[in-house]
């Protein structure tokens, strides 16, 4: 299993760009790269999944460059209530078992 | 559409005893998955279930084991419950036949061993 390193944490502001990156030096042909976002007390919350270049939908963005050896997860304009763990995981082979890895994940703070 | 519900939210129990977690999956979804977050160890994978199927386990003990019903329904069970089995039990259901990242998680049992 690929094996993912963020950083531990990262503080903000509200209204700024946050990107959080994860590498993932060993990532294999078949595994997508996803993000969770997770909250006290809660499950963790799908944010976006991607491949390879770039995927983006209403909350988030995610940039994957050719190597596929890291990616960014951009949120455009955080808030207070971004403020939350995220988890970059790879794996999740196709057509196989659904086993996630979580990592450490990155505690964003975000202050006004 | 409804999401994951897991029951029951909140659990104590003490050492040696058993405990029985439900999970219903999103409807159509046929995979569920169970996890154990704790703050020493983070998030870890205990099993996954595909058409009443284990297909997938992680490494834990016996005393943990789970199954599935041919409605999805999932359950898991410890036996001789350990101090260190407090932890948020998380379920998460998928369709389960593709690629497994896109999963969506319960709220989670919060189990507390006394």
């Known amino acids: 299993l690929a094996k993912t390193t963020q950083p531990i944490s990262m503080d903000s502001y509200e209204g700024q760009e946050v990107n959080i990156t994860c590498s993932h030096n060993n990532i294999a042909t078949n595994d997508y790269i996803t993000w969770y976002q997770q909250f006290p007390s809660q499950g963790p919350r799908f944010i976006i999944q991607?491949?390879?270049t770039k995927v983006t939908n209403e909350v988030a963005s995610l940039f994957i460059p050719a190597d596929r050896k890291s990616s960014t997860l951009s949120l455009p304009r955080v808030s207070l209530s971004d403020t939350a763990v995220y988890y970059c995981?790879?794996?999740?082979?196709?057509?196989?078992?659904?086993?996630?890895?979580f990592g450490t994940g990155t505690q964003l703070k975000v202050e006004l | 559409k409804a999401g994951v519900t897991q029951t029951p939210r909140y659990l104590i129990k003490t050492r040696g005893q058993q405990v029985t977690l439900s999970c219903s999956p999103i409807?159509?979804?046929?995979?569920v998955s169970w996890y154990q977050q704790t703050p020493g160890q983070g998030l870890q994978f205990l099993f996954e279930y595909f058409s009443e199927t284990q297909r997938n386990k992680g490494n834990f003990p016996g005393r943990f084991s789970g199954r599935q019903f041919s409605n999805s329904r999932s359950e898991m069970n410890v036996s001789t419950l350990e101090l260190g089995d407090s932890a948020l039990y998380l379920c998460a259901s998928s369709k389960g036949t593709s690629n497994g990242n896109e999963q969506f998680f319960g709220p989670g049992t919060r189990l507390t061993v006394l």
């Open positions: 409807s159509g979804h046929r995979s």
């Open positions: 991607g491949y390879k």
């Open positions: 995981l790879v794996g999740g082979p196709v057509g196989g078992g659904n086993k996630l890895t």
